[in-house]
């Protein structure tokens, strides 16, 4: 436990992801199975044990400490198992460690009764770190700031292995994962054990004009590139899965697109929002994702729909090694064949030079097409970003002027340098918010605004400053959402930073009424 | 509340003793000052007459200038003020600090200022006083403080010099007592390499080496000319922690950001303030060392000057003792 409790109170505090992945490399290096694998599982949210319930540490914590004191405490540090961890009574001096594996064991195999037992004699066998991580490890919520993804790419590293190959297994292993590790070390490829695996996907670069003027058009096809998520939907025998391009399963949140998947194979697709014809902006898809469960008319309000780009299986033979060309073809006669309204074909767009492309993408035919995307007709599907098969070719972003309002410190390299910044458009004559960026700047323009925010402060609230409504930032975004959360009724997409406009006066920046016309027709 | 208070009052500017005409670390200019030690809240300037050890009348010299006051006394021995008689006694907490015991016709009365019991080898080890009321500090007055061995700690930041040897490692310290702790720890640890400081730094060591403690390779934090910012790759760097939002925390690329602090305990504190590498390092009492004090001293009354005193007035009323808060202002609330 206490080189676990360690492991939490590093990746906690470190800002930095690459910090954090080498954080964990280093602790697969110097941990023996099978503790590391339950490490792993509890990042993931793989471990399945018996919740330990607030109700119960409060009752543990009620027999040992006076209400009041407890009271006082929890209210200066804000989390329950952190004040428990605090403040449990210390026991005798020195103590063993308590392998994880063990700690696993025991809260996986112990009743309900013997729990709050179970529970209090191990938090007497520790100190404090240890006994916040295991609280942590027993409530099932470690929120230190690590992804399932991040935890795999970890894994990756270890074992100098590409994450696709890992995230292709992944849904086959299980805690303590000891065949992974394995793996990682030189032993054998575990085996795709699961139904219905996950396959890495294919991924684009980015180009430009002048990217592509080097390019034959003739040696490409080009689709539009929807706004949605990019999915992988596999059917396996009976067993049928909804990933991310990262292999997350999102199945439980799209059971209307599960029940629609009668075929036996695996079709790479853009997940939608559609109501017949028409596709919903990104922000209808945004409340049907990270759901648990899903109600009847969440469903109803917002019926989900693949748009087919590729097939990589298809009953039972292995599609990938052929040309794009090839796959296109055979893909058409899937979706064909399926005759499901719900799943349908990404049309290829045509053009025969890449000015013909530019007029397509410049008027696209639904706000939520993002640009175009364009694929070397002799390309087989290869796992990864591999430069010089796939392109996409977005639309010029959305621009509007902003006033800066408020910046906030930065970490790390920008540590010492007020590098997040958040602007606003004018309503009426008071400025509101709308976005905040922490990049598109170099580093002159970094240290440029730096010295603005502190010789113009009007206001300090910890680590934030407010300014003076002096400086003009232009800000391109991807698109726009509509927005409860946000006081201006509007989210913008990757905004950044794309010009200071020195030569702009605050007064001429842009109104709310601007921003709010570049927002998608509202749905039904 | 009792006859006790007559002879020992909370006043706007601070803790009066009408017998002694004096006050015990006035946050406001008095004609007499008692001071516990030279930490800015507890020590200010402009008072009349100053009576302190002699390393706190000379660390406030440094601070303040050499004419900080009208006229200053050494506290050594027991002295007669007025009606009463005065000692000053170690508080362990930093260089020169002291508790000042106070007797009147109405009892003994023991003002702790800060303090530590944890040993320091800055300073002289607290030493228990007996009396009929202890006014004691609060700051980690809650069951969740308990500092763990600072040796433990400071071997988090070794293990992160290790661990990422291009990186800076910035250590917020404060200037009086913290930081030559912090140095001390590090030489105690087996760090022989250059520490280096900011400049607001400088006076306040140089002063304990005037003292003769030992700290080692110091040196400023300044880059060479010529030399880019990779010259504090791997380095440790001690600063007050606010200079890691000035512009001088720019010299550094990627710094790690450690705080040497009691309040680091608390994860949301250390967050709060961007903390990457917490050390839970403290030069007060924790919460068994403040309750087991109150234990052992045993006083008639219990006043409780500045911190968590509801924690600790209920703990005392759990436990038997008498206690009261003073609700004194002016002293900062997180004076770590």
């Not at chain 1, 033979?317 to 796959?327: N, Y």
């Not at chain 1, 309503?427 to 922490?438: F, I, M, S, T």
Request: hydrophobic content about 45%.
């Amino acid at each position: 436990m206490r080189a676990f409790a360690r492991l939490l109170e590093r990746l906690a505090f470190t800002p930095r992801r690459s910090i954090k992945t080498a954080t964990l490399v280093q602790y697969f290096a110097v941990t023996p199975d099978p503790d590391r694998g339950y490490a792993l599982a509890a990042l993931t949210g793989d471990l399945d044990l018996r919740a330990v319930r607030p109700g119960l540490l409060r009752d543990l914590a009620a027999a040992r400490i006076d209400a009041e004191l407890f009271a006082l405490s929890y209210d200066f540090v804000g989390d329950l198992a952190e004040t428990i961890a605090l403040a449990w009574p210390e026991g005798a001096a020195v103590k063993a460690d308590l392998a994880l594996s063990q700690a696993v064991a025991e809260l996986r195999d112990t009743g309900r009764a013997g729990l709050p037992s179970l529970v209090a004699q191990r938090l007497d066998g520790m100190g404090p770190s240890e006994r916040y991580a295991y609280l942590k490890l027993a409530t099932g919520g470690l929120r230190v700031g690590v992804s399932a993804r991040l935890a795999r790419l970890a894994v990756a590293a270890h074992g100098a292995l590409p994450v696709e190959e890992v995230e292709e297994i992944w849904h086959g292993l299980t805690p303590p994962y000891m065949d992974l590790f394995a793996w990682t070390e030189g032993g054998a490829k575990p085996a795709a054990a699961a139904r219905a695996p996950f396959r890495p996907v294919m991924l684009s670069t980015a180009a430009d004009a002048d990217t592509l003027a080097a390019l034959d058009p003739a040696d490409f096809a080009a689709e539009w590139k929807w706004d949605g998520v990019r999915v992988q939907a596999v059917a396996d025998g009976s067993v049928r899965r909804l990933y991310t391009r990262t292999g997350q399963d999102i199945s439980v949140a799209f059971p209307d697109i599960i029940e629609r998947l009668a075929f036996d194979g695996v079709i790479d697709a853009e997940l939608l929002i559609r109501h017949d014809d028409r596709v919903a902006p990104f922000g209808d898809l945004q409340q049907r994702l990270n759901r648990k469960r899903v109600s009847a008319p969440l469903l109803a309000r917002h019926p989900a729909a693949l748009r087919a780009y590729d097939l990589l299986l298809w009953q039972g033979r292995d599609l990938r090694a052929l040309s794009f060309a090839d796959r296109r073809a055979a893909l058409e006669g899937a979706i064909a064949g399926l005759a499901e309204p719900r799943i349908d074909l990404s049309p290829l767009l045509p053009f025969d030079s890449w000015s013909a492309l530019a007029a397509l993408r410049a008027a696209p035919p639904e706000p939520v097409i993002e640009g175009v995307m364009i694929k070397h007709r002799a390309s087989p599907y290869l796992a990864g970003r591999i430069k010089g098969h796939w392109f996409k070719w977005k639309r010029d972003p959305m621009t509007v002027d902003a006033v800066l309002m408020y910046a906030q410190r930065g970490h790390g390299k920008r540590s010492g340098y007020y590098s997040d910044f958040t602007f606003g458009l004018w309503d009426g004559d008071a400025l509101v918010p709308v976005g905040k960026a922490y990049f598109g700047f170099t580093d002159a323009e970094l240290r440029a605004l730096d010295r603005f925010v502190r010789s113009h402060t009007t206001d300090r609230f910890g680590p934030v400053r407010a300014v003076e409504p002096l400086k003009v930032l232009e800000i391109a975004f991807e698109g726009l959402n509509r927005s409860n959360r946000h006081k201006s009724g509007v989210a913008m997409r990757f905004p950044r930073i794309a010009r200071i406009r020195d030569d702009k006066p605050a007064a001429d920046a842009d109104r709310i009424e601007t921003l709010r016309a570049l927002l998608p027709p509202e749905g039904p | 509340m009792t006859h006790r208070d007559a002879h020992l009052q909370p006043r706007p500017e601070g803790l009066f003793c009408p017998a002694g005409g004096f006050h015990v670390d006035p946050v406001r200019p008095v004609e007499r000052a008692l001071i516990t030690h030279g930490h800015a809240d507890h020590a200010r300037p402009g008072h009349r007459h100053v009576m302190a050890t002699r390393q706190t009348l000379e660390i406030m010299a440094i601070r303040y200038g050499a004419d900080f006051a009208a006229q200053t006394q050494v506290a050594e021995g027991p002295l007669r003020i007025g009606d009463t008689r005065v000692s000053f006694h170690p508080a362990g907490h930093v260089l020169g600090s002291a508790q000042i015991r106070v007797e009147t016709r109405g009892g003994v009365f023991v003002i702790t200022g800060d303090y530590a019991r944890t040993p320091s080898p800055a300073c002289l080890p607290w030493e228990p006083v007996p009396c009929d009321v202890l006014v004691t500090e609060a700051t980690f007055g809650l069951p969740v403080f308990r500092h763990p061995d600072p040796l433990a700690e400071i071997g988090k930041l070794l293990e992160s010099v290790r661990a990422f040897p291009d990186r800076a490692h910035l250590v917020g310290a404060y200037a009086l007592g913290k930081a030559q702790r912090v140095i001390m720890l590090l030489r105690a640890a087996g760090w022989d390499g250059p520490i280096h400081l900011h400049g607001a730094l400088q006076r306040l060591c140089d002063y304990h080496l005037d003292q003769g403690i030992a700290l080692g390779d110091l040196r400023p934090a300044t880059i060479d000319r010529g030399a880019g910012k990779a010259q504090f790759a791997g380095a440790i760097v001690l600063a007050p922690p606010s200079a890691f939002a000035s512009p001088w925390a720019q010299r550094f690329s990627d710094p790690v950001i450690a705080f040497a602090s009691g309040w680091m305990q608390v994860r949301a504190r250390a967050r709060q303030r961007g903390v990457e590498l917490p050390l839970v390092i403290s030069d007060h009492v924790d919460w068994p060392q403040l309750t087991a004090t109150i234990a052992e001293l045993a006083p008639a009354e219990t006043w409780v000057t500045h911190g968590r005193e509801d924690a600790v007035i209920r703990w005392c009323s759990l436990n038997g003792h008498i206690a009261r808060p003073l609700r004194l202002v002016g002293y900062e609330d997180e004076p770590e």
